[in-house]
């Protein structure tokens, strides 16, 4: 009987044991001297050969078994394999960060005043960094009086990749009295204004097919060529705007004044005679400021001079013809009735 699963080889050998097996059985169950009454001289030989198909028996049963396992182990071994057309399971991945960061508009703003030993060393310290990072000079300013410490400004537009390490490298070129980073987040303006550019567009494209078909009166035509300065001044205005963004947070602003540290000097007090001669020169360089302005005032009067005189005429006359004593003197000379 063939059970299902079971190899070819099992099938072959089962059967063939079988049948030696059962023949051998019914010669024995027959009886020896019966079976044998003719042939006395077989019968030794027909148990050797008995003996020996039991010996060939037990032999292929055991081959049997051998191959059987064999093929159950390759049959295994093709189950557990993968079919070549089902994919393998995905790998594991490393979780990604969300687009809504990627998305999000953030100006970024940083200010440094150094105090350095030596500005002119920190200055190409600071050109190299700015090489480095590929960020922009915006302006620079360089104040060397005689009377003040020599310092520097500068105003820089970082890439925003690089916007956290370039401050941090330079805020190292000194000792750092004032570090200051600030952040503007502008998202929601920033999609709000896209919207509203969008809306523009489609105002402008009516406006603009409405003008294209007018027909009508010349006075609806001009209130639509009106409408649509407007609109289109809105729209280039919202453009302006979310470009100005675009540029503001693809490129931080640093900001970054350097001071250079001189040695300190004491004051040195003044001795009595210092002072005399101090106060000396300061008076009589007053009195010299004070003769140069008067001097400079009679230069600037003498053009006007021809009119200050008739104007001091003028007034002279008036004041002598209103006044008393003229009046009572013209008075005086005429005759009593």
């Known amino acids: 009987m063939t059970r299902p699963g079971q190899p070819p080889a099992i099938h072959f050998v089962g059967f063939f044991g079988f049948g030696f097996g059962g023949a051998a059985r019914d010669i024995l169950q027959a009886g020896r001297p019966a079976a044998f009454a003719e042939f006395p001289v077989a019968e030794g030989h027909f148990f ?8 060939f028996r037990l032999a292929a049963v055991l081959l049997a078994f051998v191959l059987g396992c064999s093929e159950a182990g390759e049959r295994a071994a ?25 998305r999000r508009k953030i100006i970024y703003n940083a200010s440094l005043d150094l105090l350095v030993d030596n500005l002119s060393e920190a200055t190409t310290k600071l050109e190299k960094l700015v090489q480095d990072h590929q960020a922009l000079l915006a302006d620079s300013e360089l104040n060397n009086t005689q009377h003040a410490h020599p310092s520097a400004t500068w105003r820089l537009r970082v890439p ?24 503007q987040d502008v998202t929601e303006k920033y999609f709000d204004y896209q919207v509203r550019i969008d809306n523009k ?7 603009q097919k409405i003008i294209k078909e007018q027909t009508g009166k010349i006075s609806e035509l001009l209130e639509a060529e009106r409408e649509l ?33 001189q040695q300190y000097a004491p004051p040195v007090m003044a001795s009595f ?37 008739l104007f001091v005429a003028g007034l002279w006359l008036l004041v002598r013809r209103t006044s008393p004593r003229s009046r009572l003197g013209s008075d005086a000379g005429k005759p009593t009735a």
Not at 276 to 290: C, E, P, Q, Y
Request: hydrophobic letters at 45%; aromatic letters at 4%.
């Open 48 to 55: 050797r050969k008995v003996r020996s198909m039991k010996c």
């Open 78 to 102: 093709k189950t557990a394999e993968v079919p070549p057309n089902v994919a393998a399971p995905p790998a594991k991945q490393k979780p990604q960060p969300s687009g809504e960061l990627s």
């Open 229 to 261: 300065n407007r609109v289109t001044t809105e729209l280039e205005e919202l453009k302006g705007t979310v470009k100005l963004w675009d540029n503001q947070v693809a490129l931080a602003t640093v900001e970054i004044v350097m001071h250079e540290r």
């Open 160 to 183: 925003v990749d690089t916007f956290a390490d370039f401050v941090k490298q330079a805020a190292k070129l000194g000792e750092a009295l004032r570090d200051k980073t600030d952040s």
């Open 273 to 309: 005679a210092s002072n005399v001669s101090r106060t000396f020169h300061g008076s009589l360089d007053n009195l010299i400021a004070f003769a140069e302005g008067v001097t400079l005032l009679v230069v600037a009067l003498v053009p006007w001079t021809p009119v200050i005189a």
């Open 201 to 207: 567009k489609v105002q402008v494209d009516r406006l």
